[in-house]
């Protein structure tokens, strides 16, 4: 039995054709237009010559254009690789080599590091520009303009005989060791996670109108905005970069329903200075993920505004959603929730064996239907993270004797900052490439806003010195912004460890 990604976009077009899809500023699809469009694209990558099957890479917004080009690669039987549009050049070579991407779509405010990276790439060799004129079809030299594309394409008429099994996206996430990882989802793993957000964890219909402010390059805001909500014939109200005033326009105006958000969105809304002069009635669902929600803004959030958020965990290799507080039982802030059905959780302690008393606390280990295949080309990786189908999330857990699960610490150095998962090896092979350090580490310190900020500590060589204005502004040009310490502080030496490890622990005091 074949199954696509696709079909959850064909199915509501054929049930309902003009319902409202997608809104972006005044302008909104219906799904049937979405649908064409999406067929348009897969007819326009078969023009160019993309094989069934190669990778196509996304650097895009939260714009029409990424869902159309998302569903419009899965019609054509290729996998999505979404790329995180906050990259740097040398990040977009690194994933479009990695990945095996052959095409890549690109927002043309992101052009510049885009293109200076796919001419790095020999394998990609097609670079699809979108334009936010929608009538402007030019495009630069040895490059496709989107419209234009759709424009000359013979749209494809019927989903491809995918699999179940069949990669569909790869999320690119990191380690605490080595570069980022693409992390291999099937067409069932993100089907069924979509499916079960939609029907069991959240009820949502045709009258859903949910604000998108989380990325859709991200899985969170794949899975649980756009696929879940499109999967229910519900209306996508798009905000490419998430700022509090505005968001609090689009709520109103829009009488948006479902809000779904990292922990920080709900702090800059709850504090916003204009906050009760919105009328935010219509709101009945809302969702928090993508790190710990504090217990104090949780509750003052549903007081206010007389909602009951459902805070979830998951990670990019789950589909994401693998834990859930769920409506018909009381939640408790704090809390990850319950395992969603078909999914079992597991804690074990250091030396690999099963903890069963409550409140003891061990490594969270994931099995079930959300588990990612595998790390795209990492053999050696997947044969430690996944064993006999139990996915190791290095996070660190404690279960009540009522079954819910919170997270007490991270096995990995992992930041997580406004959302987005840091990971210091990353950083620290930047520093370590500047010609003046001797010694780096990053850590993760708390934030008010963020949850936690990035700090990185140095060592200078001997004879050298910068400023930490230079630092930051070199680490700015080689990391995404999400990703650069914002603070700096310098040592004559790290402290290490008999085995000259150093102790970061010491350093984070």
């Given amino acids: 039995m074949s199954l696509n990604l ?61 869902t159309m080009a998302y569903y419009g690669a899965h019609y054509a039987a290729n996998p999505v690789v979404p790329l995180n549009v906050l990259l740097t050049a040398d990040e977009i070579a690194y994933h479009l080599e990695d990945s095996d991407a052959v095409a890549v779509v690109v927002w043309e405010g992101f052009f510049e590091a885009a293109h200076a990276a796919f001419l790095r790439v020999e394998t990609c060799r097609h670079l699809i520009v979108v334009k936010a004129d929608p009538t402007d079809t030019a495009a630069p030299e040895g490059c496709v303009n989107f419209t234009a594309l759709l424009g000359g394409a013979t749209p494809v008429a019927e989903l491809p005989d995918t699999m179940p099994d069949d990669t569909a996206v790869i999320l690119y996430t990191s380690g605490t060791t080595g570069r980022p990882k693409g992390a291999e989802l099937s067409h069932f793993n993100l089907y069924y996670n979509a499916e079960y957000t939609s029907t069991r964890l959240l009820p949502l219909g045709s009258d859903t109108v949910a604000l998108v402010a989380l990325p859709l390059f991200h899985s969170f805001g794949q899975t649980v905005l756009q696929n879940g909500v499109l999967r229910s014939g519900g209306h996508l109200v798009l905000m490419p970069r998430f700022e509090p005033t505005a968001a609090f326009q689009l709520l109103a105006g829009h009488k948006v329903s479902l809000f779904a958000g990292v922990p920080t969105m709900y702090f800059a809304l709850l504090h916003h200075p204009e906050a009760a002069s919105f009328d935010l009635s219509a709101l009945r669902l809302c969702v928090s993920g993508g790190s710990a929600m504090p217990a104090s803004v949780m509750l003052a959030f549903d007081e206010r505004y007389n909602v009951n958020i459902l805070e979830g965990y998951g990670l990019s290799e789950t589909s994401p959603v693998a834990s859930f507080n769920v409506l018909d039982r009381p939640k408790k802030p704090g809390s990850i929730g319950l395992p969603i059905e078909g999914v079992e959780f597991r804690l074990v302690d250091g030396e690999g064996n099963v903890v069963a008393d409550a409140e003891t606390a061990g490594e969270i280990q994931i099995k079930g239907h959300n588990v990612m295949k595998g790390y795209y080309k990492r053999p050696e990786v997947n044969a430690t993270t996944i064993v006999d189908g139990w996915f190791g999330t290095g996070d660190i857990g404690v279960r009540d004797d009522e079954g819910y699960y919170r997270i007490v610490d991270r096995k990995k150095d992992m930041i997580i900052r406004g959302g987005f998962n840091v990971y210091p090896r990353e950083i620290e092979e930047v520093l370590y490439a500047h010609p003046a350090i001797g010694e780096a580490a990053v850590i993760g310190v ?15 060589k001997p004879g050298h010195s910068a400023t930490v204005e230079e630092l930051q502004a070199y680490c700015k040009e080689h990391l995404a912004a999400y990703k650069y310490p914002r603070l700096f502080a310098v040592m004559d030496a790290l402290p290490k460890g008999p085995t000259g490890k150093i102790l970061k622990r010491e350093l984070r005091g």
């Fill in 6 to 66: 696709a079909s959850i976009l064909r199915v509501s077009a054929q049930k309902q054709p003009k319902q409202p899809a997608l809104t972006i500023g005044e302008r909104t699809f219906d799904y049937g237009t979405l649908d064409a469009y999406a067929r348009r694209f897969a007819g326009g990558l078969q023009g160019l010559g993309v094989a069934r099957g190669s990778h196509v890479a996304l650097l895009l917004p939260n714009v029409p254009h990424f």
């Fill in 446 to 460: 708390p934030h008010t806003s963020h949850g936690e900020e990035v700090k990185a500590v140095v060592a200078f």
